[in-house]
């Protein structure tokens, strides 16, 4: 049973930085794509950044593009998400996805162009930026 499990959150002020880090476990290989999503009270989960792991491809929301960056370890089976120059409006539940069989196209879901089916998802880990 592949488990991930997301870390590093926490509270920051408007202009701090954070790493969130996704540990895949349960899985005898390296995920084929992964993807971090965020949900703020009352709002819709949205798409923030993406990986296809075996070429390294990265994708980003708009909305972060600039700030975050997506990485990955693939001996460690970890994903992780540099935030730097954080706002307010990046106040969310934090999640992270993957799937080690067919993939979204990542491009299309961080766009919000289209769903994000990944197959397993953490329980995500809260980040609270105050101004």
């Known amino acids: 049973q592949v488990q991930l499990e997301e870390s590093g959150g926490g509270s920051v002020q408007a202009g701090g930085s954070l790493r969130l880090s996704c540990a895949a476990s349960?899985?005898?290989?390296?995920?084929?794509?992964m993807g971090w999503f965020r949900q703020a009270p009352g709002k819709e989960r949205e798409a923030v950044a993406g990986?296809?792991?075996?070429?390294?491809?990265?994708y980003y929301a708009d909305s972060v593009k600039g700030r975050f960056t997506v990485s990955q370890d693939t001996i460690k089976n970890t994903m992780y998400l540099q935030m730097n120059s954080l706002k307010p409006e990046d106040t969310a539940m934090y999640y992270c996805a993957a799937d080690y069989y067919i993939c979204p196209t990542l491009r299309a879901v961080v766009a919000g162009e289209s769903p994000a089916d990944f197959r397993y998802w953490g329980q995500g880990t809260q980040v609270t930026v105050s101004s």
């Open positions: 349960g899985y005898t290989r390296v995920s084929h794509c």
């Open positions: 990986i296809y792991t075996g070429a390294g491809t990265t």
